[in-house]
Every structure is written in structure tokens, then in C-alpha cells.
């Protein structure tokens, strides 16, 4: 899928700078291309491309390809959706680093470069210096909690990874910004300026990922292994489908009926199967929802649902009563500006474009 914008009049901007974010997921690669006009940010061009045939399988399959395959799809992409800049600010997955909540002892504010590193290999199942490891405070430290600790939230990405999604970019031509692991992006695309505490649930092909987020920061993420995938799988067994054709179906109809196929054997439909395989996956993201809000004796204000997975057809109605806060669809795009006979086809597609559209608003505002 790809999509190009026409080319715009260009009179009064002609510095900007175009900047593209890359999302290489496990079942696609998304690419959004922004650019900041007149203070507003533009919408240039997006496209997604489906990683499966590049792997021999079929079209939103979880995959895990070499970085030269991963580069080919990525240059196809870029080609299909007139891509022109070569600014890409790009996503590391989620399950490649590692991001934990650490509590220290309050008062060692000034020691956390040293104390961090230390306290880090309790967390790291690897040697430290194999690891790019970052910092962020979460708490006040004026304000500790009752138990006398600071909260930091920690970050590491194994060297072999960044090295690997360098590769790909300077095979693929791009210059590469900075590398950001998804669940920044995802987050920054998907909350308005809220202070109430929300959970973004990134819906993937093979995962679903749960963040929870207040003020900003990040307080907790989880990864559940269970995603978008297993609806197509379990619905190609049930329905006596190729996995490709359940595919399709799933995309076209999610959980609104087809109409009946004339001759077609007895069985379970496909609405069925899809609510069936979807049940476990909801009744996971609602448990862990709640046990945050027990935990932090907090409420979640909302659940955000981002990810390609989100966008199944009626699954918001489904969800309603099943998970108790109130849920929305992420909107990335109402971030951006783009011309108004667009404007149903990019809310339709904005949540699998969340993490792309997170990374190109952080490089514009790094622009200035
Ligand atoms: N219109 C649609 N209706 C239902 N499901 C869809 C639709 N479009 C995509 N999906 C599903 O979304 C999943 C892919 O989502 P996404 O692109 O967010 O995953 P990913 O980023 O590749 O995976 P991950 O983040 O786990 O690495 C696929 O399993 C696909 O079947
Ligand atoms: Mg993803």
C-alpha cells in the first residue's frame, strides 16, 4: 500500500526540511514522510509494505528477516510512496531493548551516572558494555515516594541491534537521525496533553504491547504474546481457508458479517472465529489494565489501540463493557495536515502509522 500526495506550490518554505519516520515492524514497514510549513506539520507522503513475501510467507505474517532482506523491502517501499528526503529518524522494536523501572534510594540525584550502570546489571541479562543504556527520572525528586525511593525508568538496546538497523539504513540510503525505541514514538503519536494517566495497546502482527503513560513519561510496559496474526491463523483452521484468503476476509469484513456464501458448508463464520481468538488477547489487555490501576491506585482516564491489528473492523464496539475505561482509536494523522478529502481514509489507517508519525514529529521538533 502506498500512497504519494500531489506536489504542492512550494513558494515561501524552500529551507524545510522534509523528515521521514521508519517503523520496520516484524509483519510490515511503515514510512511517514513529514515537513513543518508555516508552523503547521504537513503530511508529504506514507506507505506500508507487507515484509511476508519477502520471507516466503504470506501477507501480515510476524517475520524474521536479515537485514539485506529487510533493506530491499525498505527501498521498494520508499520507491512506491515517492519518498524524497533522506532524513529518517528510525524505531528499534520493543522486544529488541529493554525498558524497566528501576527504584533507588532517593537522594542520589546527582550519582545516577555512576549508580545507574551499577544497578543496571541487576536488570540486564547481558554484559553492560554490550548494551547502549539511557536514563530518564520519572519522579519528582522533590517529592520521593513514602518509601524513601526515586523511580528512573531504564533503557538498553544491544549494540548488535543498533548495528543491524544501521546497516539497513545505509543500504538503503538513508541518513539515519537517531534511533528510538517504539513504545517513545507510539506513545508521543497516540496522547494529546492530558496529565491523567492512559494505556497505549499496540496491537501487532505477532505481539500486542501495553504501555501506560502520565504526564509523558512512561510508567510500565508489557508485552503480551498474543497478536493480529493468530486471528487470520485461527480463522483459515476454523474456516477451512488458506491463511492468504483469511487474511483478506479479516481485513474486509473484521467482525461485521459477509453475507452467506450460497452452498457454503455449515461451520463457524468468520465473525465467530475472529471473537473467539480475540477474547483471550482483550481479556489479557484488560487484566493488565487493572492491575496497573490496582497497583498504582490510579484509574486509566483511556485505552488507546495503535498498531495494524487495531484496525479491524467493529472492534471497538466489541470491546465496549469488556474493557472497563473508555477506549479510542489512535489518530496519528490528526497530528498533521493533509487535504480534506483524505481525511476518512488517514483516520482509518492511522493507528498502524502511530509509531512512523511519532518518530517524524520528534525529528521536526528537533529541527526547530
Ligand atoms: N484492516 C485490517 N483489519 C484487521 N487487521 C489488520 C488490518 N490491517 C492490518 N491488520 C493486521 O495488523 C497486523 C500488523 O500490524 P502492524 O503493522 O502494526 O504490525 P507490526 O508493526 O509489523 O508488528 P510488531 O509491532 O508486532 O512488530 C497484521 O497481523 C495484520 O493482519
Ligand atoms: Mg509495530
Redesign the pocket.
Known amino acids: 500500500m502506498a500512497f504519494s500526495l500531489p506536489a504542492l506550490p512550494d513558494w515561501f518554505s524552500k529551507k524545510a526540511t522534509s523528515v521521514l519516520g521508519v ?1 520496520i ?4 514497514i ?1 514510512v511517514v514522510q513529514l515537513r513543518r510549513e508555516h508552523g503547521r506539520v504537513v503530511l508529504e507522503t506514507y506507505g ?1 509494505i507487507a ?1 511476508g513475501p519477502y520471507a516466503g510467507q504470506e501477507i ?1 505474517r ?1 517475520t524474521a528477516l536479515p537485514a539485506e532482506k529487510i533493506a530491499e523491502a525498505l527501498k521498494d517501499v520508499l520507491r512506491e510512496a515517492n519518498v524524497t528526503t533522506t532524513d529518517a529518524a528510525v524505531a528499534i ?1 520493543y522486544s529488541s531493548s529493554l525498558v524497566s523501572v528501576i527504584k533507588l534510594p532517593a537522594g542520589i540525584e546527582k550519582n545516577l551516572a555512576t549508580v545507574v550502570p551499577i544497578e543496571a546489571r541487576k536488570y540486564i541479562p547481558v554484559p553492560i558494555n554490550e548494551v547502549l543504556l539511557d536514563w530518564f527520572m520519572i519522579s519528582d525528586p522533590k517529592h520521593p515516594s513514602p518509601d524513601g525511593k526515586i523511580e528512573v525508568l531504564l533503557v538498553a538496546i544491544h549494540n548488535d541491534t543498533i548495528a543491524k538497523f544501521r546497516s539497513i539504513m545505509t543500504e538503503s540510503q538513508l541518513l539515519p537521525s537517531f534511533f528510538e525505541i ?1 513504545v517513545f514514538s507510539a506513545t508521543r503519536a497516540a496522547l494529546d496533553h492530558g496529565l491523567a494517566p492512559v494505556a497505549v495497546v ?6 500486542t ?1 501495553f504501555y501506560v503513560v502520565e504526564r509523558g513519561i512512561i510508567r510500565e510496559s508489557h508485552i503480551i504474546n498474543q ?3 493468530n ?2 491463523l485461527a480463522a483459515s483452521r476454523a474456516l477451512g481457508i488458506s491463511v492468504a484468503q483469511a ?1 483478506e476476509r ?2 474486509k469484513w ?1 467482525l461485521n458479517d459477509p453475507p452467506p456464501t450460497p452452498g457454503a458448508a455449515p461451520g463457524p463464520s468468520l465473525k465467530q472465529s475472529l471473537e473467539l481468538t480475540l477474547s483471550p488477547l482483550v481479556a489479557e489487555v484488560a487484566r493488565t489494565a487493572l492491575g496497573w490501576e490496582q497497583r498504582a491506585n490510579q484509574a486509566l482516564s483511556t485505552v488507546v489501540l495503535v ?3 487495531a ?3 467493529g472492534l471497538q464496539d466489541f470491546l465496549r463493557g469488556k474493557i472497563q475505561n473508555e477506549v479510542r482509536l489512535g489518530d496519528p494523522f490528526g497530528k498533521t495536515q493533509a487535504p480534506a478529502f483524505l481525511e476518512s481514509i488517514l483516520k482509518e489507517a492511522g493507528p ?1 502509522f502511530s ?1 512512523a508519525v511519532g518518530l517524524a514529529l520528534r525529528r521536526l521538533q528537533e529541527l526547530g
Not at 515492524?25 to 510490515?28: E, F, I, L, R, Y
Request: hydrophobic share 30%; glycine share 22%; proline share 3%.
Open positions: 517503523d515492524g516484524t509483519s510490515s511503515k506500508a515484509l501480515g510476524a522494536p517504539e499496540d496491537m501487532g502482527a505477532a505481539t504491547k497478536g493480529a496474526q486471528l487470520t487474511e479479516k481485513r473484521g498498531g495494524g491489528g484496525t479491524l473492523k498502524e509509531v
